[in-house]
């Protein structure tokens, strides 16, 4: 028989796993540092790469001698904790799209696109209009520990309804996924917009804000309230993959390899709300990031979520971090929102995809 | 020859629909049990009831002692492996790697070089060493269901290092297959069985039915019609029964072999033209 002759190609097959996830992920390391460097140098004040290699790494080693200049003050006081945020926020929604794709079996969802980030977004517009109006002016200074949890709940409410509509009996369609997210969208678009009317100018400023998505109120305070929320996200995330890689056979043939259904797509949706709602929260509806970067990912690496989440988070904040180099240079010194720029970049990228649709979509 | 998995009088009910009503069978490790019934009949509910995918509305089941439903989804994917009458995939793995994806759960614990053992061989068994690294999408409909059962083949094969009472299920494995093919995969589960795999496959073809089958269960509008050796249940007056077909019968080596008569009379009519 063939055995012999296949034997190499098998062997290979454990072999080369290891091999994709460990050169992708060296070589998405090396750019996200590399892209790190250059924009940390790069805004209204321009600073060398090497002057920022020097205060990065002093600051690691905690040299605070080599801390005092402008320079340093800049890059650490206002650019890293952008940096950061917009990568955690790109990790987040890059995972995501890779999870949500892997729970509806299907390519093209993606958390902006579906109705999620709106439904966040309408939650966070409520916790902002409606907690002043209760609270008053001790909310003011809660709103950013209300926030993610309001945009989480919406977040959360909105994948959960998408869910129960669009899959029966443990099919999911495709076309109904799509159309009810549309209209969640639209629908927690319209309520925003609704909100509007009830508010001041200081939260039309905000809602505004969520609606186009900005990293421009990043800050070390974000930072730290979106990390022990995104992190713990990343983290998990893996140990999801061997089950997301069963349940893409079908929703009966993962009960039957043995993995515990129920519990999977729970704790999927679960990540999913924490994640978005976490990344609207803290800079809006950024949409695309989802779909586009899991998508360039299984056509370099393949489709096996043990590869494919790991190296998600990587390319997403990627992906994130360069739109925010871009909305930050592009029109100085005035800045885009970079929910516009990976609008600009990521809807056309996804009508090339429905172009060349194959099998895959028709589901 | 031990019992392994026993129904006792299942039925389901889908709002006022009862696709299966009252199926009482006992399966012992080593036996080919084939199914066979009109489209409807119910087969795929029963095999659906017996892998646990559908929990009875009446009745009972038993898998190695235990009652089903309360074995947990990991220990039930060592004691058996299911091949669905359809599956579709959204994403483009290699068909190595879905063989692979069947035996990620149960063979966690196995060395990777035993593995790779599992994987080639199952891959010979449906013979698809040659489609290895082909995308499972832009393979034709009868290459894709070699690969599920050669996915299938490789969890049992896996599950092994745990338990060696196992049952196989096929909800009609030969549908798409040329008739080569049908042969192949219908021995690969007959060898299965010698090693003592408990077989059950939903068949619509009756002399592949009699030929692969220790017992043929005949289902009909949810309930079991005939339970027994192929010799005593394919017979004229059943077939006319439940599929409405009046057959010619001729036992050949004492297998029957079944030709619906209306053929036959056509056969007869070119020859005389
Ligand atoms: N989820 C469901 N809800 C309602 N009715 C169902 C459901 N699943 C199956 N049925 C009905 O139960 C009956 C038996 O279906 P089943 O799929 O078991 O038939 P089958 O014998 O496998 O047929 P085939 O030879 O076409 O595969 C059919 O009338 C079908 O419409
Ligand atoms: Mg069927």
Redesign the interface.
């Known amino acids: ?3 012999a ?3 190499p ?3 290979g ?2 072999a080369s796993r290891r091999r994709r996830l460990t050169i992708g992920a060296a070589l998405l390391a090396v750019v996200l540092a590399l892209l790190a460097v250059v924009s940390l140098g790069s805004g209204a004040v321009k600073i060398a790469p090497a002057d920022v290699v020097r205060v990065v790494t002093a600051w690691a080693t905690g040299d605070r001698e080599a801390l005092a200049g402008r320079d340093a003050l800049i890059i650490l006081s206002i650019r890293v904790p952008r940096l950061v945020l917009g990568s955690l926020i790109g990790a987040a929604l890059a995972v995501s799209g890779a999870l949500m794709q892997g729970l509806f ?3 093209l969802a993606d958390p902006g696109l579906v109705g999620v980030s709106s439904g966040a977004a309408l939650a966070a517009g409520f916790t902002i209009v409606l907690g002043d109006r209760i609270f008053g002016t001790v909310a003011a200074q809660l709103p950013f520990v209300l926030l993610p949890f309001g945009a989480f709940l919406g977040g959360l409410a909105s994948t959960l309804i998408l869910y129960a509509i669009a899959t029966r009996h443990g099919r999911t369609s495709v076309a109904i996924m799509l159309l009810a997210g549309v209209a969640l969208g639209a629908f927690a678009g319209a309520l925003t917009g609704l909100l509007a009317f009830v508010s001041d100018d200081r939260q039309l400023r905000d809602l505004t804000f969520w609606s186009l998505g900005s990293l421009s109120g990043a800050s070390w305070t974000k930072v730290a309230t979106v990390t022990p929320l995104i992190l713990p996200v990343l983290l998990a995330v893996p140990f999801l993959a ?1 089950g997301l ?2 349940l ?3 929703e ?2 993962a ?7 129920q519990a999977l797509k729970r704790a999927a949706i679960l990540m999913v709300a924490v994640a978005v709602g976490a990344s609207v929260a803290s800079a809006g509806v950024i949409g695309f990031v989802g779909i586009v970067v899991p998508h360039l990912l ?1 056509l370099l690496f ?3 979520h043990r590869v494919l989440l790991p190296l998600a988070a990587l390319l997403g904040a990627i992906l994130l971090t360069g739109a925010d180099l871009l909305a930050r240079t592009l029109v100085a010194p005035a800045e885009l929102p970079i929910g516009i720029l990976t609008a600009a970049i990521g809807a056309p990228f996804f009508l090339w995809l429905l172009l060349r649709r ?4 028709d ?1 | 020859m031990t019992t392994l998995l026993e129904a006792d009088a299942v039925g389901v009910t889908y709002g006022r629909h009862r696709p299966v009503d009252g199926v009482s069978l006992a399966l012992a490790s080593g036996e080919v049990l084939v199914v066979v019934g009109p489209n409807g009949a119910g087969k795929t509910t029963l095999m ?1 009831l017996l ?3 559908v929990t009875p509305t009446s009745g009972q089941i038993r898998l190695d002692g235990e009652a089903l439903a309360t074995i ?7 004691q ?3 091949m ?1 009458q359809a ?8 068909v ?3 063989v ?3 035996i ?3 063979g966690r614990a196995l060395a ?1 070089t035993a ?2 053992r599992i ?3 199952a ?2 068994a449906a013979d698809i ?2 489609l ?2 082909r995308s499972y ?1 832009t393979l034709s409909g009868g290459e894709q269901q070699r690969v599920q059962f050669a ?1 299938t083949f490789a ?1 049992l094969k896996a599950g092994r290092t745990n338990t060696d009472r196992q049952v196989l299920f096929l909800d009609e494995p030969v549908a798409n297959l040329d008739l080569s093919h049908q042969i192949a995969l219908m021995e690969s589960a007959a060898r299965l069985a010698r090693e003592g795999v408990a077989v059950i496959a939903v068949l619509h073809d009756l002399n592949l039915a009699a030929t692969f089958a220790d017992r043929i269960l005949v289902m009909s509008a949810g309930r079991l019609h005939a339970l027994g050796e192929p010799a005593t249940v394919i017979t004229r007056e059943r077939v006319r029964d439940v599929f409405g077909v009046d057959l010619c019968r001729e036992a050949e080596g004492g297998l029957p072999v079944v030709l619906p008569q209306h053929y036959a009379g056509m056969r007869l009519e070119r020859g005389a033209a």
């Not at chain 1, 009960?255 to 259904?261: E, N």
């Not at chain 2, 947990?72 to 060592?78: F, T």
């Open positions: 028989m063939t055995i002759a296949e034997a190609s098998i062997a097959l454990f079996r299907n390519p061997r890689n069963a893409l056979l079908g009966a043939e009960f039957h390899l043995g993995i515990p259904v299984r393949g489709p096996d194959d099998r895959t979509l589901a | 659906k892998t646990g995918e947990p989804a990991w220990k039930l994917a060592s058996r492996a299911v669905a599956s579709r995939l959204a994403f483009p793995f290699t190595a790697e879905v692979r994806i069947g990620d759960s149960v990777r593995r790779e994987i080639a061989e891959l010979a060493g040659h290895a690294g999408q996915r969890q």
